[in-house]
């Protein structure tokens, strides 16, 4: 039986991180994250996230992070999932269709269709959202901010709202979590949405 893959989305200073090593701690899953999980795709990330680098084009940072994704999945997820151990990944697809495909405005599909060529066709079997209202985020996104933090509201309230729209179009693949109040809070409503989702999904 291959193991499942959980990504874990959310804008930034939605404290997703911290929930996704929760949830990969409780599950005895493999934890990793993108941009990164590799050698090569830190040293994207770093690229990308890079604050001083204000003349990466759209198009080259959707390319970069779409790179650093083929070798994740190559090196990392798919040799894990075929062992059959479960993994949680700290943002995966979805948070390229948000951000490039819809903050960045180069399209949602187009976007998609890069993942999908990056990933060999492998999708997320659940994917958790953590929901958090404008001013949290900003709140816990506090004051040193990398590139894509330094985006803007207008930008951070486009990938909020593709995340929404992209849980409400399709119910069975996400759980919506409430991300506010403590981290323990949080995680209790992870888990237990995630238990209820796996005792129902078998995978072959
Ligand atoms: P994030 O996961 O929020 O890490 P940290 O908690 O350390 O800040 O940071 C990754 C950033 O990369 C975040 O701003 C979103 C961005 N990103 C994209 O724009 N597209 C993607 O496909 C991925 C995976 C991340």
């Known amino acids: 039986m291959t193991g499942y893959l959980i990504t874990v989305e959310g804008p930034d200073g939605s404290g997703k991180s911290t929930q ?34 204000e003349g990466l084009s759209d198009r080259a940072e959707a390319l970069m992070i779409a790179a650093a994704r083929a070798q ?58 953590i929901d958090v209202d404008a001013p949290l985020a900003a709140n816990r996104r506090g004051k040193n901010l990398d590139r894509i933090e ?3 509201d207008d930008f951070h309230s486009r990938v909020m709202s593709a995340y929404r729209e992209m849980a409400s179009e399709d119910p069975e693949r996400w759980i919506v979590v409430d991300g506010s109040g403590t981290v323990a809070e949080v995680s209790e409503r992870v888990i237990d949405q995630v238990q209820v989702r796996l005792g129902k999904y078998e995978k072959d």
């Open 150 to 152: 330094k985006a803007g």
């Open 72 to 129: 994740h999945v190559e090196e990392v997820v798919r040799p894990a999932i075929e062992q059959g151990k479960n993994v949680v990944s700290d943002r995966f697809i979805e948070s390229s269709v948000a951000y490039q495909g819809h903050g960045r405005g180069l399209g949602p599909e187009e976007i998609f269709d890069i993942s999908i060529f990056a990933t060999q066709s492998l999708k997320a079997d659940l994917i958790v959202l």
């Open 20 to 53: 996704a090593h929760l949830l990969a701690d409780h599950l005895g899953a493999l934890y990793t994250r993108e941009p990164g999980g590799t050698e090569l795709g830190e040293k994207l990330r770093d690229m990308v996230l890079d604050p001083n680098g």
